[in-house]
């Protein structure tokens, strides 16, 4: 073919080649499906990478975890390589660092694991390893607990039962896991009141002093709630052995002196109650002994939270510290125990209430300071024990040592005024009364003995009440005068709150961790408990077997290992 045909042919071959366009998408197709691999690959790989870092890291953490907890007897650091051999993650493994003293542990361990990346090769990362980081620390503090358990009437039966078992498993939680002996719980009772004790009793300056043993409770004044301190030096009023709830039958007739319906002490009245198994304990690290404090746990009366948490408040106080020497000194308490409460700002302990309630505040009275103690002015026959009352307003003539003339003697079970204390015999009403020894058969009262045997409401109606009035209207207005001379209200719902709150707001701005449980408790006492708590985390609402939960969980919250990294 002559050259020149040749040339023209080629031309037009390419021409024809450079036009054609029926492959072009096929190619554009490869690109795309290529880039679509690529990119499922990187995919791949990073998951590939994220379950090796996921397995990497929680072998991590519980191999660490369990290395760092006191309780753990074998080598730390042979705890994190067997807990990664048996992962089959020995190599992944790259070092475990440990430092522990007398009451901690911290253990850190580290691992570096290879994920062998499929893909990334192909944009130049030859290399993808995925690294972890742990570290756990157990740490055994000084702690001071308190457990402010609610014991009054309505904890009966199931409820109570619950309580002394969820407490117990408490303590064994707690303290079982302290083998330094650095934790101390208290257990502070209440109910209307707060029997304190005699050994914690005894170490305050109480005035009105009612002479019964078992009996132990005080009112504190309103001034005490406005700090943690209570003074020891301060005169502190003990509250009246006393039935100030019962009723009498107010009738114009005589109520006998012995009448149980009507007349003698209800001794489940009493707002102190005198029973043993309620007392305060003092701080104390034997298991046995709190549990068997906690399991004899009575419940009865009324309900008052903020005298409970006035007292755990004071158990926590560092002011108490000298009150702690002498317990330890005298045997009360551990001897370790001598340099407690700590002060607040102790960085390496932590000071805890767990306040707990079924209900809510009720007010209550109290028979008034002037008539707690002291001789009064009732007698009594010594042959009968028929009561008498002298009335000075019924004096119309006296002397220096006699009173004549006047018949100032009411004696309740005759209805009538005489010139002389009933003494089991007819009284010579023409005979005046000397003081000093004109007769016999009869002995003054003081307060304490009529408060230990008869009823506020019947001292009022028959002592006074009929006593004064001549009509049912004066009656009743001589009755009402003597109840509000004998007696007066504690404290109003509204105060209890409000002095609760007050203790409740010390606490926490002194750095005292409050656990709040209301169990099965009414709507304000739920609010009251709540606000109280250190916040939400830190309360618990509980109804039946949830009780023992809300305690398992605290023990927790106070014995937990944690992770810091």
Known sequence: MPRRNLLKLLTDRARGFAGEDSGALIIFGLILFFLMLLMGGLAVDLMRYEATRVTLQNTLDRSTLAAASLDQELDPEEVVRDYFQKAGLSDQLRDVQVVEGLNFRNVKSRGIADARPFFLHLIGIKDLDAKGLSAAEQRITDIEIVLVLDVSGSMSGAKITRLRAAASDFVQTVIGSD???????????YNAQVNLGPTLIGKYNISHQNGLSGVDCVEPPAS?????TMSRTDPLPRAAYADVTSSTNTIDGYVSWNSASYATMNTSAPFCRNVAANIVRLPNNNVATLQSQINALQAGGNTSITLGMKWGLTLLDPGARPMFDEFASQGHI????????????????DKIIVLMTDGEHVAHNRINDTYKTGASSIYRATSDGNYSIFHTSKVVTTNATTICNSRPFWVPHLGAWHSRPWNGTTPNSSTCYVPSASFTGYTLQNWEQIWANQRLTWVAWQLYGRALGTTSATRTTAYNNAISMLSSNYASVSGMNASLQQSCTIAKDNGVTVYGIAFEAPATGQAQIRQCATDDTHYFDANGTEIATAFQTIAANITQLRLTQ
Do not use: G, L, M, Q
């Not at 083998?179 to 009772?189: D, F, K, L, Q, T």
């Not at 005490?224 to 943690?228: E, G, L, P, R, S």
């Open 179 to 189: 083998p330094y002996n650095r934790v101390s719980i208290a257990v502070v009772p």
């Open 224 to 228: 005490t709630f406005t700090n943690a």
């Open 334 to 349: 551990p001897s370790e125990f001598a340099v407690r409460p700590f002060n607040w700002d102790k960085t390496d302990a």
